[in-house]
Structure formats: C-alpha cells, structure tokens
C-alpha cells in the first residue's frame, strides 16, 4: 500500500500511451478525402446561391439607408443652425466677459447694464420722438456690436489693460448715449408743450 511517490511517477512515464491499430492511417485517408487538390467545390443548389445574393442585398440595403439617415440628420442640424438670421455660430470656447474677470470688473459692468437697461425702459416711443429715438438707436446698436467685438477680442488675446477700458468705456459711452435721448426726448416734450399752451393762450 505505502509506495513510494517517485516510483509511481518512473512507472507512468514509461508506459507510452498506445494509438489504436491502423489511427494513422485512418487519419491520413480522412485528410485526403477532404483536403485533396482533386476534389472540386460541390455545387450549391440554386436555392442557397439566391439566398446568399439575398442576404447580402439585405445588408448592403440596411447600412445604405442607416448611413442616409445619419447624414441626413447631421445636415438637417447643420442646415437648421445656419439658417437662423443674427446668430452666429458658437465655438467651443465661450466668450468671456469682465464679470469673469474680477468682482470689481463685475460690479462695474453690472452698474453700467443696469443702468442701461432701466433707461431702455423708462423710454416712452410716441409718434412725435419716433425718429429721434430710431438715430440714437441705431447708434446704440453700433456700441453693441463693437462691444461684442471687444469680447471677442477678450476672448481670443486675454485680458489686457486697453481692451479692459475699451470696453469700460464702451459701457460708459452708451449709457451716456441714453442719458442724452432722455435730454433730447425732455426737450422736445417741452417744446411741444410751449406750442401747446402757446396755442392754446
């Protein structure tokens, strides 16, 4: 019963496994009959040769219409940005602007828009200001643009002294500009009410 391990392991491996009688040569007529020179290609039955045209039409159809698709969807997106009048395509990078600079940059362009936007609103149009109105804004949007230019020059350079205070003073020209329609627009009030009373006496 005890025995000793490495006589075990010397009498496995002197007992060489045995192939069955005539193993080779079975195998070599087996390799002959399917991969000799001599055997020709089975013809396939017309049934399998259509099926196989069939399967690929089918393939080359749906990767057709997928990729038709795809493109089509990209140009409808590509044509639907371009034709929307006034908006210019954006690029990867954002445009920054003085508020992203520093607080103190912000707290100046928020007391400049601010005041702004509130003598946009206090603008009452009537038909007798209508054209003086139409001038100043018309040079207002002028300062637009060329503070949107600015920004994008802000963008693009980085932030230096002379487009910092270009557009500060971009800022300061047109709440100016406003503040003088206001002027203009109390004038032309009051002469309106001189002829009146004028009229009227």
């Given at each position: 019963m005890a025995q000793d391990i490495r006589d075990i392991i010397?009498?496995?491996?002197?007992?060489?496994?045995?192939?069955?009688?005539d193993h080779q040569a079975r195998f070599e007529a087996r390799l002959q009959a399917n991969f000799?020179?001599?055997?020709?290609?089975q013809a396939s039955s017309p049934k399998q040769f259509w099926m196989k045209i069939a399967a690929v039409a089918i393939a080359f159809v749906a990767v057709s219409v997928f990729g038709y698709y795809q493109l089509s969807k990209n140009s409808l997106e590509n044509s639907f940005v371009e034709s929307v009048p006034g908006v210019e395509s954006q690029s990867d990078e954002t445009l920054v602007h003085l508020a992203d600079i520093s607080p103190d940059l912000k707290r100046i362009e928020q007391y400049y828009t601010t005041g702004i936007e509130g003598a946009?609103?206090?603008?009452?149009?009537?038909?007798?200001?209508?054209?003086?109105?139409?001038?100043?804004?018309?040079?207002?949007?002028?300062?637009?643009?060329?503070?949107?230019?600015?920004?994008?020059?802000?963008t693009q350079a980085g932030p230096t002294e002379e487009i910092i205070t270009a557009l500060v003073d971009n800022l300061k020209m047109r709440l100016e500009l406003l503040m003088k329609l206001k002027i203009k627009l109390k004038e032309l009030k009051n002469n309106t009410n001189e002829n009146i009373s004028s009229i009227e006496v």
């Amino acid at each position: 019963m005890a025995q000793d391990i490495r006589d075990i392991i010397k009498a496995s491996t002197s007992i060489e496994p045995k192939l069955p009688k005539d193993h080779q040569a079975r195998f070599e007529a087996r390799l002959q009959a399917n991969f000799s020179p001599n055997k020709t290609l089975q013809a396939s039955s017309p049934k399998q040769f259509w099926m196989k045209i069939a399967a690929v039409a089918i393939a080359f159809v749906a990767v057709s219409v997928f990729g038709y698709y795809q493109l089509s969807k990209n140009s409808l997106e590509n044509s639907f940005v371009e034709s929307v009048p006034g908006v210019e395509s954006q690029s990867d990078e954002t445009l920054v602007h003085l508020a992203d600079i520093s607080p103190d940059l912000k707290r100046i362009e928020q007391y400049y828009t601010t005041g702004i936007e509130g003598a946009l609103a206090s603008l009452t149009i009537t038909p007798d200001n209508k054209d003086v109105i139409d001038g100043y804004m018309q040079q207002l949007q002028m300062l637009d643009l060329e503070y949107e230019s600015l920004n994008f020059d802000l963008t693009q350079a980085g932030p230096t002294e002379e487009i910092i205070t270009a557009l500060v003073d971009n800022l300061k020209m047109r709440l100016e500009l406003l503040m003088k329609l206001k002027i203009k627009l109390k004038e032309l009030k009051n002469n309106t009410n001189e002829n009146i009373s004028s009229i009227e006496v």
